[in-house]
């Protein structure tokens, strides 16, 4: 059965702190993703990567940065966190190459709450 | 611009009724996929059908159909004898191009409700 695991489920942190969600697939995907989904925004790409060491920005990359050190785990990273990052983080995981029917698997959500 | 549009936020069905949620996309790629969500209140994400830019016929996968008019840049998803597990939030998602750097696009979804 295919995994996509997020390190937590709910986080709470204060405002200026540095903060960490990982994400692990164990299916051997090339392309790693990170969203966050608003209410009435649906899901905003943040990052994605389509390698070890490769990354490119979303729609929505300021505030976050992120890691792919190696290719099962991604980490999205909030230098700062602040008020307006509170929000639900969805990992993904998928295919690549010259194929583009394959679908993503996402990880449960972190449901982040920055006070 | 949004690459994916949907425009009903919420929409009502009777079960055993069938219904139609909408979905347009913006692209210049050739080739390119288009993919429907289901998330329940749960929160998972449940991948429910594909449809390749170069497919000629509508995807079907029991239930559910993708209606594909590639002129009109339309993907809509058709919910046949709706059930009261069908409710949730359904999102469409296009993936542009292909090769390794193929990014994949969410619409704001459509929070479909099944009445008795």
């Known amino acids: 059965d295919v995994k996509v695991t997020q390190s937590s489920r709910y986080l709470v942190k204060r405002t200026g702190e540095k903060v960490f969600l990982e994400c692990v697939q164990d299916?051997?995907?090339?392309?790693m993703f990170w969203y966050r989904q608003d209410p009435g925004l649906g899901l905003r790409l943040i990052y994605f990567?389509?390698?070890?060491?490769?990354?490119e920005k979303g729609d929505i990359p300021e505030g976050y940065s992120v890691s792919r050190e190696k290719k099962e785990r991604f980490s999205l990273i909030l230098e700062s966190a602040s008020t307006n990052q509170t929000s639900m983080y969805l990992c993904a995981s998928s295919l690549a190459g010259e194929i583009v029917n394959t679908e993503a698997f996402f990880g449960q959500g972190t449901r982040l709450t920055v006070v | 611009a949004q690459k994916i549009t949907q425009t009903q936020p919420g929409m009502f069905v009777q079960e055993k009724e069938a219904v139609t949620l909408d979905c347009t996309y913006d692209t210049s790629d050739q080739s390119y996929g288009l993919f429907w969500y289901k998330q329940p209140s749960s929160g998972e994400m449940i991948f429910l059908i594909y449809?390749?830019?170069?497919?000629?016929q509508n995807a079907t996968e029991g239930r559910y159909s993708l209606n594909f008019q590639k002129a009109r840049k339309s993907a809509n998803l058709v919910i046949s004898a709706s059930q009261l597990g069908d409710s949730a939030m359904y999102f469409c998602a296009m993936r542009e191009g292909s090769g390794t750097a193929s990014k994949l696009t969410f619409g704001t979804g459509t929070r479909l409700q099944v009445t008795l």
């Open positions: 449809q390749g830019s170069y497919d000629e």
């Open positions: 990567s389509y390698d070890v060491k490769m990354k």
């Open positions: 299916m051997d995907h090339e392309n």
